[in-house]
């Protein structure tokens, strides 16, 4: 009886640490902000249409990175920007938070 005991309560507690960060990921979805998210960076570079997408190509690091927001990236197109946002480092993707241009 003991030993039913004691793997029922390991169970629950490990249940219990699994669903936690489930519940999280869910309440800390972004939002759409115009303050810097902490753990955001600016990018510099030219914006370039590439087929469907854009990407904001870096002269310096010759790196290009794909911007998640079309209609943000659009309006810059073929100019020199700054954009403020996070790296997806996996795909080389920067969600926008925002764009300026810069002069």
């Known amino acids: ?14 249940f219990s640490l699994t669903a936690a960060p489930a519940q999280s990921a869910v309440l800390s979805t972004p ?5 810097p998210q902490p753990g ?3 990018f510099m570079g030219t914006i370039l249409k590439d087929g469907e997408n854009f990407v904001l190509s ?6 290009k990175y794909t911007l998640d927001n079309p209609k943000k990236a659009s ?6 920007v700054k954009v403020t946002g996070t790296l997806d480092t996996f795909g080389h993707l920067i969600h926008i938070e925002t764009i300026e241009a810069v002069v």
């Open 40 to 42: 955001s960076e600016s």
């Open 58 to 63: 870096d002269s310096v690091s010759k790196t």
């Open 1 to 14: 009886m003991k030993r039913m005991f004691l793997s029922l309560a390991g169970f629950i507690t490990l």
């Open 75 to 80: 309006p810059y197109e073929g100019k020199t």
């Open 31 to 35: 939002t759409l902000q115009t303050k």
